[in-house]
Every structure is written in C-alpha cells, then in structure tokens.
Nanobody
Framework: QVQLAESGGGLVQAGGSLRLSCAAS????????MGWYRQAPGKQRELVAG???????NYGDSVKGRFTISRDNAKNTVNLQMHSLKPEDTAVYYC??????????????WGQGTQVTVSS
C-alpha cells in the first residue's frame, strides 16, 4: 500500500527555520508531481510549493523567496526548507504526490500532516 510519511514539524520562533521531509513508500512505479500544502485553523488548504519530476518548481505567493522545495527521485522523497518563518506560516503541512502504483492508475496521495507553529 502506498503511503506518505512526513517529518520535521515543530515549534519555532519567528525568523527561524524548519525543514520538512516526506517519504513515499509502497509498490510505487512512478511519482509525477509532488508538493506541500498547508491548512491553518478556519482556512482552506492552500498550495505552499510544488515540484515536477524534472524539478520545475512553483510556490505560493506568501512563501516565495523564503521556502525551497526539493526532491530525490531515487529515494521517493520531497523536502521543504523553510526560512524566515512568520506566525502566519503556522498551519498543518501536508505532503502530496501523484503516484502510479503497481497494477493501479495514477492517484493523488496525501500524508497525515505535520504541525508547524511559529511563535511571535
């Protein structure tokens, strides 16, 4: 069974940095796009950053210049390096990936989420 497992969340002061990691496991044939989303209390889930298999990236306007997404295709991992964190970055961060598993069609998978809290 395909699964996404996130790690790296936590509590940090404003201006600090955190690194989130996500590893995909299971009978994976191919991973297309990967990305990170976040959802703050009372708000809709929003795209933080995305990356194609070839390494093309896109970012939400609020994180441009502060966050960097990267992936390792050999290890089926995607990372999010976050710098200059602000209290408004506080949210649950979710890993997302478009995965083709063995004997299955391409499907959108989500991790369980990891909490990031930025104190002022």
């Amino acid at each position: 069974q395909v699964q996404l497992a996130e790690s790296g969340g936590g509590l940090v002061q404003a201006g600090g940095s955190l690194r989130l990691s996500c590893a995909a496991s299971g009978p994976i044939v191919n991973i297309a796009d990967m990305g990170w989303y976040r959802q703050a209390p009372g708000k809709q889930r929003e795209l933080v950053a995305g990356i194609t298999r070839r390494g093309n990236t896109n970012y939400g306007d609020s994180v441009k210049g502060r966050f960097t997404i990267s992936r390792d295709n050999a290890k089926n991992t995607v990372n999010l390096q976050m710098h200059s964190l602000k209290p408004e970055d506080t949210a649950v961060y979710y890993c997302n990936a478009d995965i083709t598993a063995w004997n299955a069609d391409q499907h959108d998978y989500w991790g369980q989420g990891t909490q990031v809290t930025v104190s002022s």
